[in-house]
């Protein structure tokens, strides 16, 4: 077996392949990520995959984030909830985490590599600080209503009660306004509007945005993935002034029942820090938390890294933020975000 870096367009074509074949790999694996991450900031990818007889059996995509402020690092991946390595059994596994720590990471001169997993199976360093949240849909859209909490059928039966729309493939920038908005409502630095619209020219036959109106006005927005048999809801932003008409319980559910009548099996709310108010909303659905295992390879620091909005600085930072004219903000947020990863 050989651990190779992936540099030519047929290797990326044996990749693609691997990740179609393996019903373990997932979207943020598949190469549009990663030429959505490099057109967007820049960061350089280095792509490892073992080859054995001639096949690809294994692969773990990295990149490395060069920053001045967050240190210089190789994160699997990016601007995703998860990723990390993929093989057909665990030495393959093995075998490309420790070309990255023992090669890789001492080529490139990183303080650190981080891996971001599903699975606790490693005994390096870890931090548990989020977790994801899938709905599962099992069966029809009825089926699914009345198995969710009755707090939330309550709340989806009010919202089909206002004036609210629903409106597919919306413009993206209705969806960046709001999300624009709402970060800065976060204290977040935001993303470019160029990181979205790489994303839906990367992945068209599986990317769309949903917006939800109040007088033909979006007043909650979101960017749906579609991967196998579930729907990712990866970035969603609402206007605070009209939660009570519930846009998003009413987006939400509109994307569910659509998702059931399509034959998805599950629906994906995504990362949230374990426990607070965003995972508490995800719990409401009656979604099921999975716990993500952020693991680190610690080359030049004996400090686990905790760069999260848990950190007492960033939400020193967070305060700050928020207190920035929303153009100024939004003027340098995209700067800043390409290193908050």
């Known amino acids: 077996m050989e651990i190779k870096l992936l540099q030519t367009e047929n290797d990326e074509k044996r990749w693609e392949d691997f990740v179609r074949r393996n019903t373990s790999a997932i979207l943020y694996q598949q190469i549009g990520w990663r ?4 057109r967007t900031y820049g960061h350089k990818s280095y792509y490892l995959f073992a080859e054995e007889d001639g096949q690809v059996v294994g692969i773990l995509p990295l990149f490395l984030i ?11 991946v990016p601007f995703a909830p998860y990723a990390g390595a993929c093989a057909n059994d665990d030495n393959t596994l093995r075998l490309l985490v420790d070309e990255s720590e023992k090669r890789l990471a001492v080529d490139l001169n990183a303080e650190y590599i981080e891996f971001r997993g599903r699975a606790s199976d490693t005994d390096l360093p870890v931090d548990t600080t989020f977790v994801t949240s899938t709905l599962g ?8 209503f009345k198995n969710l909490p009755q707090n939330k059928r309550r709340n989806i039966t009010k919202s089909m009660k206002r004036e609210l729309t629903v409106t597919w493939a919306d413009k993206l920038e209705d969806f960046y ?32 945005i949903l917006s939800v109106k109040l007088n033909n006005i979006a007043i909650y927005s979101a960017i749906l993935l579609f991967y196998r048999d579930t729907v990712i809801d990866f970035m969603s932003s609402t ?18 029942t659509y998702a059931c009548e399509k034959g998805f099996r599950y629906f994906d709310f995504g990362r949230s820090i374990k426990d ?6 995800k719990r409401r659905w009656g979604a099921d ?8 390879y610690l080359k030049k620091t004996e400090k686990l890294p905790h760069l999260s ?19 100024v903000a939004n003027g340098l947020g995209p700067t800043i975000r390409r290193n908050i990863v």
């Open 35 to 38: 030429n959505v991450v490099e």
């Open 66 to 76: 060069n920053s001045r402020i967050f240190g210089r690092r190789l994160v699997s």
């Open 289 to 296: 938390t999975q716990q993500l295992y952020y693991y680190y």
């Open 239 to 256: 206007i605070e002034k009209y939660r009570q008409l519930y846009p998003a319980d009413f987006g939400i559910w509109y994307a569910i």
């Open 137 to 144: 849909l099992e069966g029809s859209a009825e089926t699914v």
């Open 177 to 208: 306004s709001l999300y624009n908005r709402n970060m800065h409502n976060l204290g977040t630095p935001p993303h470019s509007i160029k990181f979205f619209a790489n994303i839906l020219g990367e992945f068209p036959d599986s990317s769309t």
């Open 276 to 281: 607070s108010s965003n995972h508490e909303f």
């Open 309 to 327: 909005p848990s950190n007492s600085k960033y939400e020193r930072l967070s305060k700050i933020w928020r207190r920035l004219p929303l153009i």
